[in-house]
């Protein structure tokens, strides 16, 4: 079945980066939409970016101008490029989309997270 599988968090300083990725497996045809979502420790999750399958982008007003998402077609993958990281950006990572499948049909789908920890 189709399966968002995510990579790239760790740990990181102030001020520092991280890319993270999500890789669309199994029998995918095409991805639409697509959003990372941030979840604080003891917070809601939140929406941080979304990308649209024309790639237009929204992010959210607390990491623009900061974070950017970007996706590669030939790949299904989508990607956060996060600079400049604050404490405040700590939290488990998850990404979404909703997914065509080869057998025709359309789901969303969520990442297992990817936890992101920035050191003050």
């Known amino acids: 079945q189709v399966q968002l599988v995510e990579s790239g968090g760790g740990l990181v300083q102030t001020g520092g980066f991280l890319r993270l990725s999500c890789a669309a497996t199994?029998?995918?045809?095409?991805?639409?939409?697509a959003a990372w979502y941030h979840q604080a420790p003891g917070e809601q999750r939140d929406m941080v970016a979304t990308?649209?399958?024309?790639?237009?982008?929204n992010y959210a007003d607390s990491v623009k101008g900061r974070f950017t998402i970007s996706r590669d077609i030939t790949k299904n993958t989508m990607y956060l490029q996060m600079n400049s990281l604050k404490p405040e950006d700590t939290g488990i990572y998850y990404c979404?989309?909703?997914?065509?499948?080869?057998?025709?049909?359309?789901?969303?789908?969520w990442g297992q997270g990817t936890q992101v920890t920035v050191s003050s």
């Open positions: 979404s989309a909703v997914v065509h499948s080869t057998r025709g049909d359309v789901f969303p789908h």
């Open positions: 199994g029998p995918v045809f095409k991805i639409e939409r």
């Open positions: 990308i649209t399958s024309d790639s237009t982008t």
